[in-house]
């Protein structure tokens, strides 16, 4: 279920809007529902503020007349985008300089429409929107991605993006060639969670077996596609010597 708030939008723009919600939640067959509609920014962004245990879209307005009223509706889009950045910020703009001011200081828009809005347009949007976060948990399902949950935020990682993890005292550092996360996970419950891919090779560190350039024995590493160097226990070489001998990869 995809929750959707919805501030500051006309009722021509907000029929319409949910109008072609219910068309493409059908046509893509994924669950959508508009759990807040408001003009108040308090509202809007403690609404916001409550969903970020999960992926939501946000419809804001970015059409007052009034500056403060523009960069309102600015500033509930960079929170959604800034508190996950899987969120759908979609922005209603009514006239030229709020859609430049869009484009020039949010990053990662859903979409950016101005009013009034034609029925191709929002139909195509949101049918991109349904299918990019049906597409988002079927692979979450499959085993291709984790979600992890640090605080308030939550992470959607990639199991092919993540390099290696590892043990940080109580936590554990899940690391891409973009960013690392830390998560309040044993290494026990990461190995879980990660799967077989993943081969234990120090009782600190987990490594993603696809992401492995090289491991060298003589000098006790395995050295990641990034670069990084990662110690090899002598409890766990044998191990990864033969799954990584079972699949061709270079062991020296």
Request: charged share 25%; aromatic share 6%; glycine share 6%.
């Amino acid at each position: 279920m995809l929750p959707v708030v919805v501030y500051d939008v006309d009722n021509e723009s907000y029929r319409l809007l949910t109008e072609q919600l219910r068309a493409s939640a059908a046509e893509t067959q994924t669950e959508c529902r508009i759990e807040m509609r408001t003009d108040q920014l308090r509202e809007a962004q403690s609404a916001v503020r409550r969903a970020a245990g999960g992926v939501f879209l946000l419809i804001t307005g970015v059409e007052g007349a009034a500056e403060e009223a523009r960069s309102g509706g600015l500033r509930l889009g960079q929170q959604a985008m800034d508190q996950n950045r899987d969120n759908y910020a979609l922005f209603i703009t009514r006239d030229r300089q709020s859609m430049e001011d869009v484009l020039c200081l949010c990053l990662r828009p859903a979409g950016v429409m101005a009013v009034p809005l034609e029925k191709s347009r929002v139909a195509g949007v949101l049918r991109k929107i349904l299918a990019d976060y049906r597409r988002l948990y079927d692979r979450q399902a499959d085993g291709r991605y984790i979600v992890c949950h640090l605080g308030g935020t939550l992470y959607r990682l990639s199991l092919d993006e993540i390099l290696y993890a590892q043990a940080l005292d109580k936590k554990t550092e899940l690391c891409t060639e973009k960013q690392s996360v830390q998560i309040y996970k044993t290494m026990a419950e990461m190995q879980e969670m990660l799967g077989a891919r993943f081969l234990r090779c120090h009782r600190s560190y987990l490594v993603n077996r696809d992401r492995i350039r090289q491991v060298v024995v003589s000098e006790m590493a395995v050295y990641m596609q990034d670069g990084a160097r990662i110690p090899l226990s002598r409890s766990c070489k044998d191990n990864v010597q033969a799954a990584l001998m079972s699949e061709g990869a270079c062991c020296g």
